[in-house]
């Protein structure tokens, strides 16, 4: 079983970026909590990819159909604005679950907007780095 992590635009600054709404944990943190709570989850391969630009998630996500089980995906601000992404987790149809390290609802308005989210399956927010691993956990039961 494959999993595929997707992380969307400013992710790759954590730890540097405010870092008491995103805390003080660094991309490479994020990368390590993924790949061990997939090995812990049964999946026997993971993929951790981030990108600041939307066509070259969009192009992962094609990438992953008929290759990946599921997707956990964090489309950062393409949350709140993408119907590209929205549509290529659609085409795809692969399970995904959207992952926010902050509490998206209790920011501001445009942030309780999820375009991406209309096509995943369950979403965790709000719980830090943390949610990675919580939303590999969610994923490896809805799939087995
Ligand atoms: C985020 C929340 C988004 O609103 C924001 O644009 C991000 C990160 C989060 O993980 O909390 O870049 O997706």
């Known amino acids: 079983m494959k999993v595929l992590v997707i992380n969307g635009p400013n992710l790759n600054m954590l730890g540097v970026r405010e870092p008491a709404i995103y805390g003080t944990g660094t991309y490479a ?3 390590r909590i993924c790949r061990e709570a997939a090995a812990d989850n049964g999946f026997d391969d993971i993929e951790v990819f981030q990108s600041n630009h939307e066509g070259a998630i969009v192009d992962k996500i094609q990438e992953a159909w008929g290759t990946v089980d599921g997707i956990v995906i964090n489309p950062a601000a393409y949350t709140h604005t ?3 992404i929205l549509d290529a987790l659609k085409a795809v149809a ?3 679950i959207e992952v926010h390290i902050s ?3 209790a920011r501001e308005a ?3 907007v ?3 989210g209309m096509a ?3 979403r ?3 719980e830090g780095l943390n949610g990675y691993r919580h939303a590999i956990e969610m994923l490896s039961e809805r799939l087995a």
Do not use: K, T
């Open 82 to 84: 993408s119907v590209a």
């Open 124 to 126: 965790v927010a709000g």
């Open 94 to 96: 692969i399970p995904a």
């Open 29 to 31: 943190d994020l990368e």
């Open 103 to 105: 509490d998206v609802d």
């Open 120 to 122: 995943c399956i369950a």
């Open 110 to 112: 445009f942030r309780q």
């Open 114 to 116: 999820s375009y991406a």
